[in-house]
């Protein structure tokens, strides 16, 4: 049995690997897939496939380019889930602010430096015509830390996947004020490379079980219904996001890792063009 190390958020994203490990369908297949949920998101991934500490990632595309780029031995196996990600853009709910033009020189909750909520602030600043060198950010770790840093004033705004954030708006925690889409595809799945190199048929065998499944989850009888008991969701709000959700099965082809990478330099998240075939499988 090959020991395999993967991290992921713990969200809706990734119940096909949960439905996987839970089947027995890595194991069938001679792997211990070990799954370990990181509420901090991206940027603790990125530390975590740094330091050893998991063989695999299902992670932010923007989050691992900006990684790599800094010189993380990692390389992108396969895009995961193609669509955008609709980034909330949340303020606690008694907060004086009605129009995200009314953030401009607030500060941003963020999980840590490098994380998707920090990314997608820039993102956010630019496509308001912010000055980006201007944004100043709380370090708050994981989105419970939002909540507390949003109630008590720490900061003014955090964005996170809108739809993780439902409940905490239904409850009149937090108040959304807008949403911002990533303007390329949200997740892929990422191996250390020195772990790929030696494990590449079993890392094989990982993407085709999992492939398998995405490519039927949305017809799998009730999806809806465990989704939203799973993950706290109301059924109405599921379905609008699994229509708005595609699970890819492929890799991240030549011309739309150039035109992702296009983008992120043009946001300055990313300042060292990266090869294509150094960075994907």
């Keep these: 049995m090959k020991t395999v190390k993967i991290i992921g958020v713990p969200e809706h994203f990734n119940l096909p690997w949960q439905l996987c490990i839970e089947n027995g ?60 990600l609709q980034w909330g853009i949340h303020v606690a709910y008694n907060a004086p602010y009605q129009a995200i033009s009314d953030l401009e020189h607030k500060k941003v909750a963020i999980s840590r430096k490098g994380s998707g909520s920090q990314l997608m602030a820039i993102v956010n600043a630019k496509n308001n015509g912010w000055d ?77 079980i999992i492939n398998a499944t995405t490519a039927e989850f949305k017809m799998i009888p009730s999806i809806d219904k465990t989704l939203a008991q799973r993950y706290n969701q109301k059924v109405e709000d599921i379905r609008e996001w699994l229509q708005m959700t595609t699970w890819s099965q492929k890799n991240i082809t030549p011309s739309k890792f ?14 060292d063009e990266l090869k294509y075939n150094e960075v994907i499988l």
């Design 25 to 84: 369908e890595f194991e069938e297949a001679g792997l211990d897939l070990q799954w370990t949920d990181v509420p901090e998101g991206t940027g603790k991934m990125c530390e975590m496939l740094r330091n050893h500490q998991t063989d695999l990632a299902v992670i932010l595309t923007e989050g691992i380019f900006k990684d790599i780029s800094n010189g993380n031995d990692a390389v992108i196996v396969q895009e995961y889930v193609s669509s955008p």
């Design 132 to 208: 980006t060198e201007n944004l100043s950010y709380e370090i708050v770790n994981t989105l419970d830390g939002a909540i507390q840093a949003l109630t008590d004033h720490q900061a003014d705004y955090f964005m996170w996947d809108r739809f993780m954030t439902q409940p905490i708006v239904d409850q009149k925690v937090f108040r959304r004020i807008g949403v911002c889409p990533t303007p390329w595809p949200c997740f892929v799945v990422v191996a250390r490379k020195e772990f790929l190199q030696e494990n590449k048929s079993a890392v094989r065998h990982i993407m085709e």
């Design 258 to 271: 150039e035109k992702i990478q296009k983008q992120l330099v043009d946001l300055d998240i990313i300042t």
